[in-house]
């Protein structure tokens, strides 16, 4: 019994010793990770090194840029390796100059220039000057009779440039407008408008301006072609007849053509609309649109109107054509319109009901929409007698202004 207890002690230190020994076992195998050595990786030398080694290449290809110039400058033989700021004259095949004291000569007068120049001062004051002309202006508001045409900004048409027209008059003038699709790429180049001169080229404005608009016998400029593109020139439109440049039909009924107006405008600027005919007196329906100003057409075709707005679609028709004068695309007139009988419609539309004031600033704003985005009413008003500004009977010449 007793040597049971014995044994069984004995084993409980062993167990105890053993447990011990496991909470104090200590690896043989360090894993831990390693150490980093920087100086293997990373040298702090070689950055200043190559910074130092790149401000000398540096140096040496402005010394090789200038003794280039030196070369060429001279036209002779040079000496490269000359120290930069030695004083030793430059041999030269032909001629000896001292270029080092020459250019200090001139970076010092340059200097002296600079300093003279930043600081100069006026030797007027501006704000005497705008007194004075403010008191100029009450003066003669006060003396003339008309004394609100001072406050307007004075505007010259670059068209008009024929002394025949008298300064001052004020020309009745009209905007119709041309939506351009390229059918080829199936995408809408944008919207020109145009402006048309109707108290100078009475008839020839209203045969554009009939053609615009929507007719009963089709015969207008929606659909139809711009057949011929000439980069840098002008292109080519308005055959209603077969779209390729071959016809053209005048508005007015019974007449085929009429002739030449006058030649009171000019291709002074870019965008310049005229009517383009094969003979002289033919004018039908085609009209041309100048890219650029082209005056050697004066007194060949009639110029009536000018593109106001949407130069930019004019550009992209002008890239879409080829020397020759072939269009690149299909270019087609999808819609057109006037914009005055629109206008007129929308006046007498608020006239005959009263309209809060809230719905009409919508009313504007959707009226201002519908301008960039669906073309106008293409119906054509008969202009009334209180609106003619001239008279048939009286001469072409004297009818323009009345």
Not at 27 to 56: C, F, H, M, R, W
Not at 327 to 341: A, E, R
Not at 347 to 356: E, F, I
Request: with cysteine.
């Amino acid at each position: 019994m007793q040597s049971r207890l014995l044994s069984k002690a004995s084993w409980e230190d062993m167990h105890r010793q053993h447990r011990k020994n496991i909470r104090d076992a200590k690896s043989k195998v360090d894993n831990k990770s390693p150490s980093l050595k920087i100086t293997a990786y990373y040298k702090p030398g070689v950055i200043e090194g190559n910074a130092a080694k790149l401000t000398q290449i540096e140096e040496d290809n402005f010394k090789l840029v200038t003794n280039i110039n030196t070369i060429y400058r001279t036209q002779g033989k040079t000496n490269c390796h000359r120290l930069k700021l030695s004083n030793s004259r430059i041999k030269v095949q032909n001629n000896e100059i001292d270029i080092i004291k020459l250019n200090q000569t001139k970076f010092k007068e340059n200097v002296a220039l600079l300093d003279r120049i930043v600081q100069v001062k006026p030797q007027v004051d501006f704000n005497y000057m705008e007194e004075h002309y403010k008191k100029h202006i009450q003066l003669i508001m006060l003396m003339s009779k008309f004394p609100e045409s001072y406050k307007k900004k004075k505007y010259h048409d670059p068209l008009i440039l024929n002394t025949e027209i008298p300064k001052g008059i004020r020309i009745k003038k009209s905007k119709c407008y041309l939506d351009i699709n390229d059918l080829t790429e199936n995408r809408w180049l944008g919207r020109m408008t145009i402006e048309v001169y109707d108290s100078i080229v009475p008839k020839t404005t209203g045969n554009f301006k009939m053609l615009c608009q929507q007719r009963s016998d089709g015969l207008d400029y929606s659909g139809t072609q711009i057949f011929r593109i000439v980069p840098g020139l002008f292109c080519l439109a308005g055959d209603v007849e077969y779209s390729i440049g071959l016809g053209g039909l005048s508005a007015t009924k019974g007449e085929r053509y009429f002739n030449d107006e006058n030649y009171l405008l000019s291709h002074n600027a870019p965008g310049t609309l005229s009517m383009y005919n094969f003979e002289k007196n033919e004018n039908a329906s085609q009209f041309m649109i100048t890219f650029k100003p082209l005056t050697v057409l004066n007194g060949r075709h009639v110029v009536f109107g000018k593109v106001i707005g949407g130069m930019r679609t004019l550009r992209f028709i002008e890239d879409l054509g080829f020397v020759t004068g072939k269009p690149k695309h299909k270019i087609v007139i999808s819609k057109c319109g006037t914009f005055d009988n629109y206008f007129k419609v929308s006046r007498a539309r608020l006239t005959q009901k009263a309209v809060p004031s809230q719905n009409l600033l919508n009313l504007s704003i959707k009226s201002k929409s519908s301008l960039k985005r669906k073309s106008p009413k293409k119906t054509f008003l008969s202009p009334s007698a209180d609106e003619l500004e001239y008279d048939i009977n009286m001469p072409s010449i004297h009818r323009l202004f009345i």
